[in-house]
């Protein structure tokens, strides 16, 4: 496997900013940590990856139901699984600069690496961000933003079924904003404190967990592939002992190669019937499920796929970041999967200043627009600078209109210049045939 280079980070976060994906939250008031906003193209890309994993895992499937549950919930809900008195990281505080750091994310816990003054006493850290809701500032009125959004889906799992009646095995699927109150977020994207999850419970007889479990470790990595991960990249990590949560008997880890080191990408969970036992027992609401067939009455356990958007979003970025050379010149480029890229095609005018071939170039691009939203004009520079503007953005195609589009040359009239982003290699086609030959490649 190649190394990146030294900068790697340094490069992707300077792409981010300058193209228009990824902008530091707030900045014009000096930011908040933990905090980004996606620009147009940086959008573009994280709603292509939600939706591809949509129709994947829930469109795609016939034993899954989609979600869309509310960010805040009952207070009760957060105290039932454990989060409001356990869902915390170890700190340390310096004595002298008084900056704060996870204790477990520190090489040398004796000094402080801002300025080696001592820490303090280490002491558990709760990730929860509280905020009220409703008139009354007392405690009735605490409530979280949710941590996870796992919860959303087990307290409307007797929902489901009273309103379905799907038969085991069956999930939910749900793409949604998690927060965690970070002691020190870092890396760019990977570690927020306002997040997106893209998670599924899938619910199954107690017997069969191991078989489902299997089913969707492969899923998950059918998906790393599709999405355009790197798959040499991403390794398989069985998580052993006192290091699982306290709800999971078995969790894979599928770690990925971040230029800052090994770091968990997603996490495949046999959470047991924890969750829906827990809630059962606090709201006094009989969560088992009852099997028309055999008349068997229990309580699913569940296998939990959880994705994280932005991380996700960062490891297409870097697996996608390619630098070679192309006709004698070096260049930087998003090698993305093209059902992924944020620009599906980009249409030129070969020059702007003809209006002949602007008409035509508007009448691709509106054809190409109506059944492929994400289309492209650009006619700022000449072709070779608009090439390479492309290929800096990932666009796996660019379309060309030339003289010959317009029957200078007979045989070609009605036809443009197609060419690929990755081997810069062009080809002449159809006006008829664009559309089709573009669906075909992003699907």
């Known amino acids: 496997m190649k190394p990146y280079p030294a900068d790697m980070m340094e490069k ?3 792409l981010c900013k300058r193209r228009g994906f990824i902008y530091q939250g707030s900045e014009i008031y000096g930011g908040l940590a933990g905090t980004y906003d996606y620009g147009p193209l940086g959008t573009a890309l994280k709603n292509n990856i939600k939706n591809l994993w949509w129709r994947t895992f829930v469109d795609g499937r016939d034993d899954m139901y989609g979600m869309d549950a509310a960010i805040l919930m009952n207070a009760r809900t957060w105290e039932t699984t454990g989060h409001v008195a356990g869902f915390a990281d170890p700190l340390v505080e310096c004595t002298k600069c008084k900056k704060r750091f996870r204790a477990d994310q520190l090489e040398d816990k004796t000094k402080c690496p801002a300025c080696g003054g001592a820490f303090g006493p280490e002491r558990q850290f709760n990730m929860m961000l509280s905020t009220r809701v409703g008139a009354m500032e007392d405690s ?35 793409i949604g904003k998690a ?6 977020p870092r890396d760019f994207i990977f570690r927020l404190r306002e997040l997106e999850q893209m998670e599924v419970e899938y619910f199954v007889r107690p017997e069969d967990w191991q078989r489902a479990f299997e089913e969707w470790r492969v899923a998950m990595g059918n998906w790393i592939d599709a999405v355009g991960i790197d798959p040499e990249r991403v390794y398989e990590t069985d998580i052993l002992g006192g290091d699982l949560a306290h709800y999971s008997k078995r969790t894979i880890d599928f770690e990925f190669d971040y230029p800052f080191g090994q770091k968990e990408l997603y ?3 046999y959470r047991t019937d924890f969750d829906l036992s827990r809630h059962s027992e606090a709201s006094k609401v009989d969560l088992s499920y009852h099997d028309e067939a055999t008349g068997e009455k229990f309580v699913p356990h569940v296998i939990e796929p959880s994705f994280g958007v932005d991380r996700t979003l960062l490891a297409v970025l870097l697996s996608a970041y390619t630098e070679d050379e192309l006709g004698g010149a070096p260049r930087a480029y998003l090698k993305f999967a093209p059902r992924v890229a944020p620009v599906k095609a980009a249409v030129f005018p070969l020059l702007k200043n003809k209006p002949e071939l602007v008409e035509k170039a508007r009448e691709v691009y509106d054809m190409l627009k109506r059944e492929i939203p994400q289309i492209a004009w650009d006619d700022n520079g000449n072709v070779g600078k608009r090439y390479r503007r492309q290929d800096e953005i990932g666009t796996p195609f660019c379309i060309t209109i030339d003289f010959d589009t317009l029957g200078e040359t007979p045989d070609l009239k009605d036809t443009v210049t197609l060419r690929d982003r990755d081997t810069g290699t062009q080809e002449r086609i159809a006006i008829g ?3 089709k030959y573009i669906k075909g490649a992003i699907l």
Not at 141 to 164: C, H, W
Not at 179 to 184: A, D, G, K, M, Q
């Open 267 to 269: 996490g495949l969970a």
């Open 140 to 174: 009735s009125s605490i409530s979280y933003l949710r941590p996870e959004t796992a919860q959303g889906m087990f307290v409307n799992f007797k929902n489901v079924v009273d309103s379905f009646h799907p038969k085991l095995p069956f999930g939910m699927g749900q």
């Open 12 to 14: 992707i976060v300077s």
């Open 433 to 435: 045939d664009l559309t």
């Open 179 to 184: 927060f965690r109150n970070e002691i020190t």
